[in-house]
C-alpha cells in the first residue's frame, strides 16, 4: 500500500527548533525527546505547512523563535499517485504566507489540497469539555473536507447571521426581515452538517467497539435549536434576543458530543485521548470515502496516561489507516510503540532545539 504524506521536512527559526531537516521515505515519523525539546513544536511545523496556522492559542506566544526575524517552514510532499510537490510557510514581520508548489494544490478547496492533518493534541480533554465553540470547528472542518458548498454556505450564513447581530444591538424595525434569510441560511448550513455527522456517527461506532468503555456511548449533534420550526423560535425569542443583542438560537449554538442515554458522557484523560483519537479516524474515514488524499495523523504524545493494552489497541487501530503518522512521545518505550514500529518507521530524537535521525 503506498502512503503519501511528508518527504521532506525543514524548519527554521520556529520557536526553540533553529534549524531541522528531516528527510525520509517513512509512513511513520515518531519523534522524542525531554520535556520542552521541541517535539509539540516539530509537529506544529507541519499543522504550520497544512493550515497555515498554528494550532496553539495566543498564551504559546509567537511562532518565530526568539530574537529571529523571520520563521521558515518548507516541506516534500509526496501524493498517494506519486506526485511530489513542495509547500512553504513563511512567517516575518509581514505576517503569514504559504505558497504551494505545483500551485493548483491550493485550488479546489480543501478537499483538493493533498496535505491535510489531523491532529490529536497533548490536551484531548479540552476539545471534550472546552467550549462548544471548539466542537463546532471541529466538526465544520470535517464537513468541509466533503462538501465543496460548505465554505459559501458557512460564509452566506455568518453575513446573515453578522447583519441580523447588528440588527438586534440597535434595532431601526427591521429585525423581522432578517428572520426569513437567517432561517434559510440556517438549514441549509445544518443540513450539511447532519448530512457528515450521520456518516462520522457511524465509522466512530465501528471504531468504538473495540474500547469497552464506550459501550452504549454515542456521538451526537445539536443543531442550535430544539424542535423543528426555527421561524417560530426566533419569535418566541424576539424580546430576549433584543435585549440580549444577539442571536440566540440557530447554527452558531450547534454542538456534537458523546452522550450516553440522556447524558453527556464524562471521560478520564486518558479515555479522552482515545476518544478523540477515535473521532478524528472516523472523520478520516468519511474523508477517504469521499474522495480525499489522506491526512498526516499527528500524534502529541498519545502513548502517555495510556495503559499498555489500551496503547496498543489504539495504535493498532491508528497504524492500519492508509495515513501517514507523526507522532511524538517523551520516551522511547518500545512496547508502548509496538504495532507502530510494525510499518516502516523513522525515529528522530529532539535534543537543544535540534533534532537527529536514531537508527532502530
Ligand atoms: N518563540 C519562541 N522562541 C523560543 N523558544 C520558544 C518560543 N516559543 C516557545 N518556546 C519554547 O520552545 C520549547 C518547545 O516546547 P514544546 O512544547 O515543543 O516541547 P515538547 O518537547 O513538546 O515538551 P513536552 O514533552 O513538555 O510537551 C519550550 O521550552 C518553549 O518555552
Same mark, same amino acid.
Not at 21 to 38: C, F, K, Q, R
Not at 207 to 228: I, K, N, T, V
Given at each position: 500500500?503506498?502512503?503519501?504524506?511528508l518527504r521532506a521536512l525543514e524548519i527554521h527559526s520556529l520557536r526553540n527548533l533553529g534549524r531541522v531537516m528531516v528527510e525520509t521515505?517513512?509512513?511513520?515519523w515518531?519523534v522524542t525527546g525531554a520535556n520542552g525539546a521541541g517535539k509539540t513544536t516539530f509537529l506544529e511545523a507541519a499543522y504550520l505547512l497544512a493550515r497555515g496556522k498554528t494550532f496553539r492559542g495566543l498564551k504559546a506566544g509567537p511562532v518565530c523563535a526568539r530574537g529571529a526575524e523571520r520563521m521558515l517552514i518548507r516541506g516534500d510532499v509526496?501524493?498517494?499517485?506519486?506526485?511530489?510537490?513542495r509547500i512553504r510557510v513563511e512567517r516575518d514581520r509581514e505576517g503569514m504566507r504559504r505558497e504551494t508548489d505545483?500551485?493548483?494544490?491550493?485550488?479546489? #478547496?480543501?478537499?483538493?489540497?493533498?496535505f491535510?492533518v489531523?491532529l490529536?493534541? =497533548?490536551?484531548?480533554?479540552?476539545?471534550?469539555?472546552?467550549?462548544?465553540?471548539?466542537?463546532?470547528?471541529?466538526?465544520?472542518?470535517?464537513?468541509?473536507?466533503?462538501?465543496?458548498?460548505?465554505?459559501?454556505?458557512?460564509?452566506?450564513?455568518?453575513?446573515?447571521?453578522?447583519?441580523?447581530?447588528? =440588527?438586534?444591538? &440597535?434595532? &431601526?424595525?427591521?429585525?423581522?426581515?432578517?428572520?426569513?434569510?437567517?432561517?434559510?441560511?440556517?438549514?441549509?448550513?445544518?443540513?450539511?452538517? =447532519?448530512?457528515?455527522?450521520?456518516?462520522?456517527?457511524?465509522?466512530?461506532?465501528?471504531?468504538?467497539?473495540?474500547?469497552?468503555?464506550?459501550? #452504549?456511548?454515542?456521538?451526537?449533534?445539536?443543531?442550535?435549536?430544539? #424542535?423543528?420550526?426555527?421561524?417560530?423560535?426566533?419569535?418566541?425569542?424576539?424580546?430576549?434576543?433584543?435585549?440580549?443583542?444577539? +442571536?440566540?438560537?440557530?447554527?452558531?449554538?450547534?454542538?456534537?458530543?458523546?452522550?450516553?442515554?440522556?447524558?453527556?458522557?464524562?471521560?478520564?484523560? #486518558?479515555?479522552?485521548?482515545?476518544?478523540?483519537?477515535?473521532?478524528?479516524?472516523?472523520?478520516?474515514?468519511?474523508?477517504?470515502?469521499?474522495?480525499? =488524499?489522506?491526512?498526516v495523523?499527528l500524534?502529541d504524545?498519545?502513548? +502517555?496516561?495510556?495503559?499498555?493494552?489500551?496503547?496498543?489497541?489504539?495504535?493498532?487501530?491508528?497504524?492500519? &489507516?492508509?495515513?501517514?503518522?507523526l507522532?511524538t512521545?517523551?520516551?522511547?518505550?518500545?512496547?508502548?510503540?509496538?504495532?507502530?514500529?510494525?510499518?516502516?518507521?523513522?525515529?528522530f530524537h529532539v535534543e537543544h532545539g535540534d533534532i537527529r535521525s536514531?537508527? &532502530?
Amino acid at each position: 500500500m503506498h502512503i503519501g504524506g511528508l518527504r521532506a521536512l525543514e524548519i527554521h527559526s520556529l520557536r526553540n527548533l533553529g534549524r531541522v531537516m528531516v528527510e525520509t521515505d517513512a509512513s511513520a515519523w515518531l519523534v522524542t525527546g525531554a520535556n520542552g525539546a521541541g517535539k509539540t513544536t516539530f509537529l506544529e511545523a507541519a499543522y504550520l505547512l497544512a493550515r497555515g496556522k498554528t494550532f496553539r492559542g495566543l498564551k504559546a506566544g509567537p511562532v518565530c523563535a526568539r530574537g529571529a526575524e523571520r520563521m521558515l517552514i518548507r516541506g516534500d510532499v509526496e501524493t498517494r499517485e506519486g506526485e511530489l510537490g513542495r509547500i512553504r510557510v513563511e512567517r516575518d514581520r509581514e505576517g503569514m504566507r504559504r505558497e504551494t508548489d505545483p500551485i493548483s494544490w491550493l485550488d479546489g #478547496g480543501s478537499a483538493g489540497f493533498p496535505f491535510r492533518v489531523k491532529l490529536v493534541s =497533548e490536551n484531548p480533554q479540552m476539545l471534550l469539555e472546552g467550549s462548544p465553540e471548539l466542537r463546532r470547528r471541529f466538526l465544520d472542518l470535517g464537513v468541509f473536507h466533503v462538501e465543496p458548498r460548505f465554505g459559501a454556505s458557512h460564509r452566506r450564513y455568518r453575513r446573515i447571521l453578522a447583519q441580523r447581530n447588528a =440588527e438586534l444591538r &440597535t434595532p &431601526t424595525g427591521q429585525v423581522e426581515a432578517w428572520d426569513s434569510p437567517f432561517v434559510e441560511a440556517s438549514h441549509e448550513l445544518h443540513a450539511f452538517r =447532519e448530512a457528515f455527522v450521520r456518516a462520522w456517527k457511524a465509522a466512530f461506532r465501528e471504531l468504538a467497539r473495540h474500547f469497552e468503555f464506550l459501550d #452504549g456511548c454515542d456521538l451526537r449533534y445539536a443543531p442550535g435549536w430544539s #424542535g423543528e420550526d426555527l421561524g417560530a423560535l426566533l419569535v418566541r425569542h424576539r424580546a430576549q434576543e433584543i435585549r440580549r443583542g444577539f +442571536s440566540v438560537v440557530g447554527p452558531s449554538r450547534a454542538d456534537v458530543y458523546l452522550a450516553r442515554g440522556s447524558e453527556r458522557a464524562v471521560f478520564s484523560r #486518558g479515555q479522552a485521548k482515545v476518544v478523540v483519537t477515535l473521532l478524528q479516524l472516523a472523520a478520516e474515514r468519511v474523508h477517504i470515502d469521499a474522495g480525499c =488524499e489522506a491526512a498526516v495523523l499527528l500524534l502529541d504524545d498519545l502513548a +502517555s496516561e495510556l495503559d499498555e493494552e489500551t496503547a496498543s489497541l489504539l495504535w493498532a487501530l491508528v497504524s492500519s &489507516t492508509r495515513s501517514q503518522i507523526l507522532a511524538t512521545g517523551v520516551a522511547v518505550r518500545p512496547r508502548a510503540y509496538t504495532p507502530l514500529l510494525g510499518r516502516e518507521t523513522a525515529m528522530f530524537h529532539v535534543e537543544h532545539g535540534d533534532i537527529r535521525s536514531v537508527l &532502530t
